[in-house]
């Protein structure tokens, strides 16, 4: 236990306080000769491990699949319209943000497999071309 003076709004008080740990030397105008600072030994270093690439809308087999789990809120073609490349096809709803899903290619929408308010998961068809 150390006993100190501290003075607060002009009041002086004189309090007890426990040291848990005494580094007084290591700063500067200490009155106690400084002792030898040495650093804690450094953890050996661990790999990080890297998350997997998340995946962007697949095409396989005349189709777009979901990239991420979410539920469809917009869906923004209709079968047999013509669509350009990255011209938005589907919004999902993922935690709070919309996703688009553009389309990959030039086609024709052959159909939607999805609905308005359906949860889908990774890899679901979300869209059909001809």
């Not at 236990?1 to 309090?15: C, F, G, I, Q």
Request: hydrophobic letters at 45%.
């Amino acid at each position: 236990m150390k006993k100190l003076r501290v003075t607060l709004n002009n009041r002086v008080y004189e309090v007890l306080v426990e040291v848990l740990e005494d580094d007084e030397s290591r700063y500067p105008g200490s009155t106690t000769p400084a002792t030898a600072y040495a650093p804690p030994a450094a953890a050996p270093a661990m790999p990080i491990p890297m998350p997997a690439p998340r995946p962007v809308a697949a095409v396989g087999g005349q189709g777009v699949f979901a990239p991420i789990v979410g539920t469809v809120t917009k869906i923004l073609v209709a079968p047999g319209a013509a669509v350009k490349q990255n011209q938005p096809l589907i919004i999902l709803d993922a935690m709070k943000m919309d996703t688009y899903i553009n389309s990959p290619r030039e086609a024709v929408i052959g159909a939607i497999e999805c609905r308005i308010g359906e949860s889908v998961q990774v890899g679901q068809k979300l869209v059909s071309f001809q």
